[in-house]
């Protein structure tokens, strides 16, 4: 079983930047890929950025290409999202995902295929 705790989240105006945490407990964060996915209200949970396990792969949506980072230090089993230029329509839910990883440069962009979720954490551009 992987525990999975999003921070970070808040209030930020636009063209602001904030950087998420996602810190797993239970196992190793060795061997697993993991995702990041957010969720406005009336919408459904969309992609947002993966990174598989040993880091060496990464993957984005269109949307934040260019604009967000992930990353992860699997020593403090911690996975980050850093964001910059965030704009109105960032503003969301932001959950952390965890998958056992299928091979060292696997990500996957859809939610299904994750196992393991976070609650979540508020992301909040004003305009």
């Known amino acids: 079983q992987v525990r999975v705790v999003e921070s970070g989240g808040g209030l930020v105006q636009a063209g602001g930047s904030l950087r998420l945490s996602c810190a797993t407990s239970g196992r190793s964060l060795n061997n697993y890929a993991m995702g990041w996915f957010r969720q406005a209200p009336g919408k459904e949970r969309e992609f947002v950025a993966a990174i598989s396990w040993s880091g060496s792969s990464t993957y984005y949506a269109d949307s934040v290409k260019g604009r967000f980072t992930i990353s992860r230090d699997n020593a403090k089993n911690t996975v980050y999202l850093q964001m910059f230029s965030l704009k109105p329509e960032d503003t969301a839910v932001y959950y952390c995902?965890?998958?056992?990883?299928?091979?060292?440069?696997?990500?996957?962009?859809?939610?299904?295929?994750?196992?393991?979720w976070g609650q979540g954490t508020q992301v909040t551009v004003s305009s």
């Open positions: 995902a965890a998958q056992l990883a299928r091979g060292t440069s696997w990500v996957e962009y859809h939610p299904d295929e994750y196992k393991y």
